[in-house]
């Protein structure tokens, strides 16, 4: 790049450079960049593209620009994340958020809504949390809902606290280090994950994205992907009020798999949902009906 830049020159040589270089989503990973670093936005290019840029923040570009072209995702440069319309700071040991995921929010935020309507409250409990992404997206979106965020990691712990707060829900919102259920109190209405579920023979085949950038730790699901589901299933029922329910991120290909373990371990399966590309991706979970001959909410029966 050529020093004295304007906004306008720092776009075109920004979407050439990764273009160049073969990013397939150069266009939006340049924009991204230089938003990004001059503090600026789509309208300022338009209005003002002629606008000086200084040689410091130039330089910054050109050094993110370095990184996206050896491979590093543009949102681990940017050091966040879009997310159910939240901004996520990430960090190194969490998992970049993805849309897929908000298919599960999706799935589950009807029945947030219902409990918190008829309990004055809806306890949940995310397993996993990373960035917080899951519990955040419904606690902002239900005022009557509170979180538990568990997770192995304390530089994710510490994201998800910081994301919270950004958010103004660390009132609702707590950060709890759980290998899994080990260290989780009291009974919840809703648990949530998305769990590690690649096997471990197919982590090697992962984008290079997704390898070399997402920590391995969120990615391995064990020898056939399936270990944490059945950690989860073997352990909620203690940790579940009557008739609450679990949702599941999956990979595209493991719903039979997951249902199987989770209807060993005494669940029914409440509904199954497809993510925008039309995979299976989230599955709704909730113990087998009891004698008392408790009957499926309103939600449930739509």
């Not at 994201?159 to 290998?179: E, I």
């Not at 730790?217 to 992907?225: C, N, V």
Request: proline share 4%; with cysteine; charged share 25%.
């Amino acid at each position: 790049m050529n020093r004295s830049e304007t906004l306008a020159s720092l776009h075109l040589s920004a979407r050439r450079r990764l273009a160049d270089a073969g990013i397939e989503s150069s266009a939006l990973d340049a924009r991204l960049i230089v938003e990004h670093f001059t503090g600026t936005s789509r309208t300022d290019a338009v209005l003002r593209p002629d606008a000086p840029v200084a040689d410091t923040i130039a330089r910054e570009i050109e050094a993110a620009l370095d990184r996206r072209i050896s491979g590093e995702p543009v949102h681990r440069i940017l050091g966040y994340r879009e997310f159910y319309g939240m901004r996520l700071s990430l960090s190194t040991e969490t998992l970049e958020p993805r849309p897929d995921t908000e298919t599960l929010v999706d799935a589950v935020l009807p029945f947030v809504h219902e409990t918190a309507a008829g309990e004055d409250i809806c306890r949940i409990l995310d397993l996993g949390t990373g960035t917080g992404a899951i519990a955040l997206a419904l606690v902002t979106q239900e005022p009557r809902a509170v979180a538990v965020g568990a997770d192995i990691s304390d530089d994710a712990l510490a994201t998800a606290a910081a994301n919270a707060g950004h958010l103004g829900v660390s009132a609702r919102f707590s950060a709890k280090k759980s290998d899994w259920f080990s260290h989780i109190d009291g009974l919840h209405h809703l648990i949530v994950s998305n769990p590690p579920y690649i096997s471990s023979s197919e982590i090697e085949d992962l984008q290079n994205e997704v390898r070399n950038f997402d920590p391995r730790r969120a990615l391995d699901g064990g020898p056939d992907g399936l270990e944490p589901y059945r950690t989860i299933a073997s352990g909620a029922a203690r940790h579940l009020e009557k008739d609450g329910l679990v949702g599941l991120e999956i990979g595209h290909d493991q719903r039979h798999d997951v249902t199987s373990i989770f209807e060993r371990a005494g669940y029914e399966l409440l509904s199954h949902y497809k993510d925008l590309g039309g995979n299976d991706r989230v599955l709704v979970f909730r113990l087998q009906a009891r004698p008392d001959g408790s009957k499926k909410t309103a939600w449930q029966r739509k």
